[in-house]
Nanobody, 122 residues
Framework: QVQLVESGGGLVQAGGSLRLSCAAS????????VGWFRQAPGKEREFVAA????????NYADSVKGRFTISRDNAKNTVYLQMNSLKSEDTAVYYC???????????????WGQGTQVTVSS
């Protein structure tokens, strides 16, 4: 059983940056691929980015390519999402999720965090 806790959300002006963290416990973190998803009010949860077990592969939604970077530190059991050039449409609750063995852009992840709010003011 893996527990995931997101942090780093907050209020930022358009054009600004935030770094989200996803801290894992309860399992061998390096065995899991991890994804970031987001859900805005009234909208479905959508894929943002994902990273494979040992960082060999990453995947991004078209809407965040070139602005967001996903990375991980398996020694710290943590995955990061660096978000630059933020836009008002990035406002959402951001969730991290873990699955074995390979990453996917779908919602088919086994473990989810509780989410962290990101609000971008224009």
């Amino acid at each position: 059983q893996v527990q995931l806790v997101e942090s780093g959300g907050g209020l930022v002006q358009a054009g600004g940056s935030l770094r989200l963290s996803c801290a894992a416990s309860g399992g061998t973190f390096s065995r899991y691929s991890v994804g970031w998803f987001r859900q805005a009010p009234g909208k479905e949860r959508e894929f943002v980015a994902a990273i494979s077990k040992h960082s060999g592969s990453t995947n991004y939604a078209d809407s965040v390519k070139g602005r967001f970077t996903i990375s991980r530190d398996n020694a710290k059991n943590t995955v990061y999402l660096q978000m630059n050039s933020l836009k008002s449409e990035d406002t959402a609750v951001y969730y991290c999720a873990a699955r074995r063995p390979v990453l996917t852009t779908t919602l088919e992840y086994d473990y989810w965090g509780q989410g962290t709010q990101v609000t971008v003011s224009s």
